[in-house]
């Protein structure tokens, strides 16, 4: 039973992240980022690259990926999303650029990358085992426990930050936020590349334990998606929320109905469904946010 | 209907029933005859999405639809021994009415939420179809059999694809003529009351309810329809691949058929079919580029939506607005 909690928390941990940069971009342009999946495959090979091809430390290949990914949020955001979202008639609209950046990247990924699956060395070795109730190899703890600082920094970034205080605004009420004295455009531009530098450094965490490989991005952007609809889109406690409670039942949901075949995600849809039928804004989401 | 409009149809018709066919045998690429089936049932599927987005949702479930067509059309062909021509219909209905279970529920959903919603609906369809005894898991159904004959008191309405000496030009026109009744119908829904009271959907709902338009019941209607077209081309596609899979359909297919629509147009009754024609044909042609087939088409598509955003379509009315 700890041991479900434990891989609970751990995927929990990761799932939070990821589903915060999609509802980060989400709440700041209503724009629903089909390629954070490909985003977040694209931070593991940069990691892959910095760490196993130049023999650089695991943090220095972080750090870059979140910097790559940065830089392609900014710039896809500046010339691709800002003039979309000004000339069309509809801003589902945007859907379309999305899904066409997800095609790119995933073509950028398979031209410079290869489709072989890759990994870096455990950064550290060794296993924890408490009495034979809790085991974990050490480096998964390693990576829970940066995820977990991770969205602890981005809280606090949002809460107390200057930048972070324009964007909440400008979650809040577009228009209220631009008459006092809100960039619009430069912090929307911010905010995208946050989120996507979030996908990376998630991509960069996971590169060191399950490793990557081209398919991952479609399935992490479908997972993300469930996230933010179970918090609420939009909303940043809603996304950790759905983060823990998805990893919570991908990992009481394996062990428990190991029996019955691989249903364990037909039972969380099904779930899902009906949860939504109920509370179609999610846990914590604004009605028609 | 002016002469104009007339003329219009008349040589659409012309090209696709007379003028496709002499043009492949003219050139002697027979393989489009393939292609062009795909096209018109894809676009029969978009034409489903595309009228949920006329009342103001954006679907990417319709994959999930065409698979629950497709294994319902497979399973009664091969275990009951039922003709095609009776499980085509039974398909459509069936996932028009899985579409009312479904739809009751998640339709009170609006916006992205409904979008990935539907989006997650895909790949619960799939997982279902994994896991029913009756689909037989990831083997799949095969062998399926050909469309049989179709008569009606004794008459031979449609001979039997088996007998055919060129099924391939047989299924085309099977396709087409499908796709030209999916979407003559969804021009008549537009164009009635029931499209006018979709539309004051999709512009403000709350506003339509208050004036007394039965906001819950039209969505279900519209979404059914929407499902049923999905089933039909669902249906339709496994009669030619004879074989169907969870995999047949899945999230790619869903998104492209919205993408079908983005790209032909939202505002357009025909945007579906040229979107689909475009990203079909598109992605074929491009297959002589190799490796870099995915980021051409990739670049293309992000060109065409900062080019033309609210589709190909919109390209008519800047003309009638210059003169």
Known sequence: ?289 | MNKQKIAAIAAFFLAIYIGVPWAIAASGRTDFYYTLTSVALLSIASAGVWLTFYIGRINIGQGAYALAGGYVSAILMTQYGLSFWTTLPVAGVFCAVLAVLIGLPILRLRGVYFAMVTLVLTEVMRLTALALPVTQGAKGITSIPLPGELSLFGITLIPDFATLENPKIGFYWMAVTFMVIAYAVLWRIVNSRLGHLCRSLQQNEELASSIGVNTAYLRVIAYSISSFLGGIAGASFIAISQSIYPSSFQVTDSVNFMLNCFLGGLGYVFGPMLGTLMLYFGWDLLFTTGEYQLLIYASLLIALMLALPNGVLSLLDKKKAQP
């Open chain 1, 1 to 289: 039973m700890e041991q479900i909690l434990v891989n609970g928390l751990y995927l929990g941990a990761q799932y939070a992240l990821i589903a915060l940069g999609l509802t980060l971009i989400f709440s700041l342009m209503n724009v629903l980022n089909f390629a954070h999946g490909q985003m977040y495959v694209l931070g593991g090979f940069v990691t892959y690259t910095v760490v196993a091809q130049f023999q650089l430390p695991f943090i220095v290949g972080l750090i870059c990926s979140a910097m790559v990914l940065a830089i392609v949020g900014a710039m896809v955001e500046k010339y691709l999303f800002r003039p979309v979202i000004k000339k069309s008639r509809r801003e589902e609209s945007t859907m379309l650029l999305a899904a066409g950046i997800a095609f790119f990247l995933d073509a950028v990924i398979l031209l410079v990358f290869g489709e072989k699956q890759r990994g870096v060395p455990k950064i550290i070795d060794g296993v924890f085992n408490w009495d034979f109730i809790v085991i974990m190899p050490y480096d998964r703890i390693l990576i829970g426990c940066l995820a977990i600082l991770m969205i602890a920094a981005f809280i606090l970034f949002m809460q107390f930050s200057r930048a972070g205080r324009a964007m909440r605004a400008l979650a809040q009420d577009k228009v209220a936020a631009t008459l006092m004295g809100v960039a619009v455009d430069r912090y929307a531009m911010f905010g995208f590349a946050l989120g996507a530098a979030l996908a990376g450094l998630v991509g960069g965490l996971l590169v060191t334990i399950t490793g990557i490989n081209l398919g991952m991005g479609g399935p992490a952007s479908i997972k993300a998606f469930m996230m933010i609809m179970i918090g609420g889109a939009g909303v940043i406690s809603g996304a950790i929320a759905g983060g823990f409670i998805l990893g919570m039942m991908e990992s009481v949901g394996l062990t428990v109905l190991s029996e019955y075949g691989d249903i364990t995600y037909l039972v969380i849809f099904a779930t899902l469904m009906v949860f939504l039928s109920f509370r179609p804004q999610g846990l914590m989401g604004k009605p028609w946010g």
